[in-house]
């Protein structure tokens, strides 16, 4: 049975790819093809060549996959593989909305940097400033410091609750006040202070929360119509909506959302009031929309929701060298930059980047709890278009530990306040799961030192004078200690 579902689903991707091919160039074709059948891992050991599409889907047991690919200032094209929904076999399209999950977090920026710039809000006044119907409780762990709205933006609030879950449908949704406080039926924390404002960017979806809040208080509109208004509808996304849940989209337009071991989401998605921090749904061609706007914004040549000053400062890292205003910078090789987004919803995985010269991007979002396939199909676009730095495969070697060893390194790892990395050991292979995220095998390159294929990171185990194994540091974008608390 299993051999007659896959040979029906070649079959009927194949129908796309056809349909696909006759809206673009011969040449365009060629290179769909060449992204088509050249993925490749982030991390390479030993022999690991070129892949299909089609045969890592079945591999990650992935049953959607959507990317559009930016080339010049323009969509060069945007495609859908496999199902939305494998049940009723309705196929990916262009058209097809994913929950953008995190990436919600950089359109929200647009949002409230459009109050910003039509000074509604002051980016740097203490954010009690702008909220009304709930007041954020200082304590002595922000240092008599105030938050600002640029804090938010840029996660370096100090603030706790890393992510949210969601909600089942049919489950009492809680109002954001709740969520904030962390009061029933909220299923996070309550938001409150790490430490003092200003130090350094800790990501924070319930700083995004609050940024929700204020957009709210000041416009005294509902915030998914605010964002429709002022911020999707200019930028010519008019499919995607931060409804929750989406009622005014077809049902056949939704991709279900499904686990790493292909089942369906109970429910098929989750709804998530957190809007501004995970509740946009949208699609590669959208998004691309918001990324070519971005693009010219910066460059002075379009303002449909934001000047180039704007712009500008929005694409500024804050405190450190990559956190800006709802985007990360990435400074690659040769000095190119990209801005960039991921997410990670219960059943979604997601990614962006946009040159910041040169008009170029690709975005892929999958309906799946297993993101690989990402990080694969952002290499072979790279590849096939020269985007220089996009391209992150490296070869490593991998090495044996012993057993004895390995278990030494299993227990539980405090990266931030509720926010847990998990090291488990299944035969000789150890595995890492952070809050959220899910469960992702480690490779060894020494005794004490792992790295992960899906991305560019690297685990190492730090033990005391005692031989005691006493925190993990993780090597992603910075150096990151947790302490091993279990």
Known sequence: MKTRIL??????????????????????????????????PNIQTGNDGPMTMLDRMTFYKVHGVSVAVIHNYKIEWAK????????LKVPVTPQ?????????????????????QDKKIDLYADINTYLTSWKFPYDSLSKNKKITVANLLSHTGGLTVHGFGGYEKGEQLP???????????????????????????????????????????????????????????????????????????????????????????????????????????????????????????LQGKSNKVLDQKTTRLRLTPYIDKSAALGVFIDSLQDGVKYFEHGGANEGFRCQYFGSL??????????????GRIINEIVNSVAKVYDFKGLN????????????????????KYELAPSFILTITREGNSLYGQATGQGKVQLFAESNSKFFLKVVDAEIEFIKDDKGQITKATLYQNGIHDAKKIE
């Open 7 to 40: 040979l029906f689903t070649g079959i009927l991707i194949l129908f796309i790819k056809i349909n696909a091919f006759a809206q673009y160039s011969s040449e365009v074709n060629e290179k769909i093809q060449r992204v088509e059948q050249n993925l490749l």
């Open 80 to 87: 859908g593989y496999g199902y939305a929904n494998d049940i």
């Open 96 to 116: 097809t909305l994913f929950q953008a999950a995190s990436i919600s977090k950089s359109l929200n920026s647009v949002g409230v940097l459009k109050l910003v």
């Open 175 to 297: 109002t954001i006040p709740q969520i904030l406080d962390g009061k029933k039926p909220t299923n996070s924390a309550a938001v409150r202070s790490m430490y003092a404002p200003g130090i350094k960017s800790e990501y924070s979806g319930g700083g995004i929360t609050i940024s929700q809040l204020i957009v709210v208080n000041v416009t005294h509109q509902a915030y998914d119509k605010f964002m429709y208004d002022n911020v999707l509808k200019p930028l010519g996304m008019n499919s995607s909506t931060y409804t929750q849940p989406p009622l005014n989209k077809k049902p056949g337009l939704l991709a279900t959302a499904y686990r790493d071991n292909g089942t369906a989401v109970k429910g098929n998605y989750h709804i998530y009031p957190e809007q501004a921090a995970a509740g946009l749904w949208t699609n590669p061609t959208d998004l691309s929309k918001y990324i070519i706007e971005t693009q010219l914004a």
């Open 357 to 370: 010269e040169g008009g170029n991007g690709v975005v892929v979002m999958v309906n799946s709890d297993d």
């Open 392 to 411: 992150r495969s490296k070869s490593r070697k991998e090495v044996m530990v012993a057993d004895t060893l390995l278990q030494k390194y299993t227990g």
